[in-house]
């Protein structure tokens, strides 16, 4: 437990967009401050511009609404019944591309139904039934032990027997064992569990091993599990005395559940201890496919805690479930996957599977599972199967949605203000915004925001991730265009209305303001901004506040040199026009980088982009 673990991708996140906004703030204060050493400023002066670019660079809301974001997804999936442990579990589970399963409760309904017993060398049915039943401890209410015990066709059979020693059943073991003291006062021992363990308890060889492991091949053909049972004799030898066929039948939502994580592009794989013939017909039955692999095949070896062989995490990929998995080999699956670049989800229930669970992307405690396993998991389900971790997903698409939406939009304005302070700095050697304005700008901006959490959003049809290259590079284009933007503005007001420099500034603190939050109504979705989802009121209504304060404040003089109403108004419908030109940009690069990711970039991508036909309509002009 304590050596399993990954790296959160939120935290890889937030420490890729801080390097980012620190090394481009340092660049541009150094800039800055040389220009303003070469035409003689004052120390006090320069550090002044300095500390005021600084705040400026620093999105200090950002850990908060991210946060606040993932709450609100965090309720949203309990009411799912899936409780996070983890808030970055959130942001996890919208990303992952494969998810492993546990067959028995998970994938099937853990309701064990006793076949008819095969007996060995002159043994009964019911004496098999009977050992069984004895190497049992209906007080533990294990679901193979109640199924075996129900079995009896007389339950008082077992008031004859005193269990005075019992072993249960052990991961790496694989089976039970009881000591029993019959009326007459003799003791015997007894055993149930996998085949292969209990014939080589009862020495089985040649032949004989051969019939018995027959047996085991035909029941899993047919998607029956087997235990074997075994019964010391008078000498302490082990005997064995049959195997019982036991069948445990798939959820009934299981397969439609499998087919909608598909639609998700989510990989379902099973991992089960059982047989690989018995995987391989519940895979079947579940359209989870036929390349079920003995992961002991795989991991011939000892399992370490650090790194697979890459050959070893290739030939896991490929298969398509698991059979025959010990709990080391759990961890190892799960790290296999990482080192291939899949973010991994896991699910169990046992102490055993508590490394894995840590170790997983998205670790997922099952319903009824151990303090241990939900200690381990980022996710705790209340209920049973798999649809919960679907419906999961789902949500937690849309909580992904959010959060990126609002990482757009801070990286942008971010970069954008900074870039405008310094290019204002340059040409007219003043700041164009005051230090009360850089603080009034940042509560206004961020405070709102927060509701983004409230916002309605789409659910992606594939894995999300964050590519912090694309959220840079997309980020730092919009700012540019917001820097434009700002400029042709202050140039317009300096030149062509003579502004002086404080109602100047006010007036470009009412453009930042409104610029930030007509930038987040392009940036919360993929689409045009006047395409669904629209913005949910909660969130549209904080914004739209914060812009009538934002003009009281620019209005009347609140902190700021005042400017008119008729201005105030100018610039909203600068910003709206502007709308118009950032979300046709917008959409144009989120397309060219959409078709660069598959490959099917060409010089002329940008203009396709803007194509409502997709270029179609171009090829046909092309043609005639």
């Not at 980022?378 to 959060?403: N, Y």
């Not at 939009?409 to 970069?415: E, F, G, H, K």
């Given at each position: 437990m304590q050596s399993a673990g990954s790296k959160s991708h939120f935290v890889q996140a937030n420490d890729a967009i801080g390097d980012f906004l620190i090394i481009l703030a340092v660049a541009l204060a150094v800039v800055m401050v040389a220009v303003q050493l070469h035409r003689g400023d004052d120390f006090l002066r320069i550090a002044e511009y300095a500390l005021l670019l600084l705040v400026a660079a620093i999105p200090v809301a950002m850990p908060a609404v991210l946060s606040m974001t993932m709450a609100m997804g965090a309720k949203a999936l309990a009411i799912e019944k899936a409780i996070v442990s983890r808030l970055e579990s959130i942001e996890e589970l919208a990303g992952i591309s494969i998810l492993f399963s546990d067959k028995t409760g998970t994938l099937t309904q853990n309701k064990l139904t006793l076949g008819e017993p095969v007996v060995w060398r002159g043994a009964k049915a019911d004496d098999v039934i009977l050992a069984a039943s004895l190497s049992s401890k209906k007080e533990d209410n294990d679901p193979i032990d109640m199924a075996v015990i129900k079995a009896l066709k007389d339950p008082s059979v077992l008031n004859a027997y005193r269990q005075i020693a019992y072993v249960p059943f052990d991961p790496v073991l694989k089976r039970t064992e009881a000591t029993i003291q019959d009326a007459t006062g003799t003791q015997f021992k007894v055993s149930k569990g996998m085949p292969p363990v209990i014939f080589k308890l009862a020495g089985l060889a040649g032949s004989d091993l051969a019939a018995a492991q027959k047996v085991v091949s035909e029941n899993a053909a047919n998607g029956y599990r087997t235990l074997a049972v075994a019964r010391s004799d008078e000498g302490g030898r082990w005997n064995l005395l049959g195997i019982l066929p036991m069948f445990d039948p798939p959820r009934e939502d299981s397969k439609e559940t499998i087919a909608r994580a598909a639609e998700y592009g989510v990989k379902v794989k099973m991992v089960t201890g059982d047989d690989v013939a018995?995987?391989?017909?519940?895979?079947?039955?579940?359209?989870?496919?036929?390349?079920?692999?003995?992961?002991?095949?795989?991991?011939?070896?000892?399992?370490?805690?650090?790194?697979?062989?890459?050959?070893?995490?290739?030939?896991?990929?490929?298969?398509?479930?698991?059979?025959?998995?010990?709990?080391?080999?759990?961890?190892?699956?799960?790290?296999?996957?990482?080192?291939?670049?899949?973010?991994?989800?896991?699910?169990?229930?046992?102490?055993?599977?508590?490394?894995?669970?840590?170790?997983?992307?998205?670790?997922?405690?099952?319903?009824?599972?151990?303090?241990?396993?939900?200690?381990?998991?980022?996710?705790?389900?209340?209920?049973?199967?798999?649809?919960?971790?679907?419906?999961?997903?789902?949500?937690?698409?849309?909580?992904?949605?959010?959060?990126?939406?609002?990482?757009?939009?801070?990286?942008?304005?971010?970069?954008?203000?900074?870039?405008?302070?310094?290019?204002?700095?340059?040409?007219?050697?003043?700041?164009?915004?005051?230090?009360?304005?850089?603080?009034?700008?940042?509560?206004?901006?961020?405070?709102?925001?927060?509701?983004?959490?409230?916002?309605?959003?789409?659910?992606?049809?594939?894995?999300?991730?964050?590519?912090?290259?694309?959220?840079?590079?997309?980020?730092?284009?919009?700012?540019?265009i917001g820097v434009v933007q700002s400029v042709i503005l202050v140039r317009y007001l300096h030149h062509h209305e003579h502004f002086e420099l404080e109602p100047l500034q006010t007036a470009m603190f009412m453009q930042l303001v409104i610029a930030g939050h007509v930038l987040l109504f392009s940036t919360r979705a993929s689409g045009f901004f006047f395409q669904p989802p629209f913005p949910e009121w909660k969130f549209f209504t904080a914004i739209m506040g914060t812009q009538v304060l934002a003009a009281c404040i620019a209005a009347f003089g609140w902190l700021v040199t005042p400017i008119s109403w008729g201005l105030i108004g100018f610039i909203w419908l600068y910003n709206l026009a502007w709308l118009f030109v950032i979300d046709l940009l917008k959409v144009a690069i989120y397309r060219h980088f959409d078709k660069r990711e598959t490959g099917q970039v060409t010089w002329k991508t940008w203009f396709r982009a803007l194509d409502p036909h997709d270029g179609r309509l171009g090829k046909y002009r092309t043609e005639r």
């Open positions: 018995i995987g391989k017909t519940i895979a079947k039955q579940l359209g989870l496919g036929s390349n079920i692999v003995a992961a002991s095949d795989i991991f011939t070896g000892d399992v370490g805690q650090t790194e697979v062989p890459m050959e070893l995490a290739r030939r896991v990929d490929v298969a398509e479930g698991y059979g025959r998995v010990f709990p080391e080999h759990k961890w190892a699956i799960v790290k296999s996957a990482q080192q291939l670049g899949h973010i991994v989800g896991m699910t169990g229930d046992g102490v055993n599977d508590s490394p894995a669970l840590k170790q997983a992307d998205v670790g997922v405690a099952v319903s009824g599972a151990t303090e241990a396993a939900r200690a381990a998991g980022g996710l705790i389900l209340t209920a049973p199967g798999l649809s919960v971790i679907i419906r999961g997903i789902e949500e937690a698409r849309k909580t992904f949605e959010r959060m990126m939406g609002y990482a757009y939009y801070r990286v942008a304005m971010t970069v954008s203000i900074m870039l405008f302070i310094v290019l204002i700095m340059v040409i007219f050697a003043a700041p164009i915004l005051t230090p009360v304005m850089i603080i009034l700008l940042a509560l206004l901006d961020d405070v709102p925001v927060m509701l983004i959490a409230f916002d309605n959003a789409k659910i992606s049809p594939r894995p999300t991730k964050w590519d912090m290259r694309r959220v840079l590079m997309v980020s730092s284009l919009l700012a540019l």
